[in-house]
């Protein structure tokens, strides 16, 4: 059974780049975890935000059947202020605890600092060692901040989410203050879009794009 990581700087950015991935995989008796690497704060968000937000990423990973969630707790939009070997150190203590075959990162070139900042972390945390290795690395994409980014997303690698494109809708309409209106980038529809866009390329429904960093066969 594989054993699966996705580590996104924020609640919703697991639905953004993977949710449909997380959902097959899921079907498929995968054990999937979720690592959500930084938390809203006073007073940039009400009290209530920051009390309903990790009740969000549970109900998110109940409809994608992940198995577990992992909340760091690192400042969001701060991650600037905090030293990356203590950001590469948490993330690292998850994959030992996870020991995950797959592991899923934010784009390098994402306009978001923390995106970028996390993907860094998360490279150093993973780098294969004697003991253990993690097998497979990929970044998948954030819509609204990857479009945007500094550097461009060339996707090599694809997952056929046909049959579980609805599940990452129906995710995102769970982080309700995250969710736009068409023709947003991140409205239901341009995601709908973009999944079908995706499948396009690989002549399937709908998928989600990655773009693999390592793999060791």
């Known amino acids: 059974m594989h054993n699966?990581?996705?580590i996104a700087p924020h609640p919703d950015d697991e639905v953004l780049g993977c949710a449909g991935t997380i959902r097959k995989y899921a079907n498929k008796g995968a054990s999937v975890h979720v690592c959500i690497v930084t938390k809203a704060y006073e007073p940039e968000w009400s009290a209530e935000f920051?009390?309903?937000?990790?009740?969000?990423?549970?109900?998110?990973?109940?409809?994608?059947g992940s198995a577990g969630v992992s909340f760091l707790d690192f400042p969001t939009v701060e991650l600037d202020t905090v030293p990356q070997r203590d950001i590469s150190k948490a993330i690292l203590a998850v994959i030992q605890e996870i020991k995950p075959d797959k592991l899923y990162i934010p784009h390098h070139g994402d306009l978001n600092r923390d995106h970028q900042l996390v993907h860094e972390a998360a490279l150093v945390a993973a780098r294969p060692t004697l003991e253990w290795s993690v097998a497979r690395v990929l970044a998948y994409e954030t819509p609204s901040?990857?479009?945007?980014?500094?550097?461009?997303?060339?996707p090599n690698t694809y997952e056929d989410i046909t049959e579980t494109l609805q599940k990452k809708l129906e995710a995102m309409q769970v982080y309700a203050s995250e969710v736009r209106s068409f023709p947003h980038l991140r409205s239901l529809k341009s995601l709908e879009a973009l999944a079908i866009k995706r499948g396009s390329e690989i002549c399937r429904g709908a998928a989600e794009a990655f773009m693999l960093l390592r793999s060791i066969q």
């Open 4 to 6: 699966i990581l996705v």
């Open 145 to 154: 901040e990857t479009e945007w980014g500094v550097a461009p997303f060339l």
């Open 50 to 64: 920051i009390r309903n937000r990790p009740n969000e990423v549970r109900r998110v990973a109940d409809i994608l």
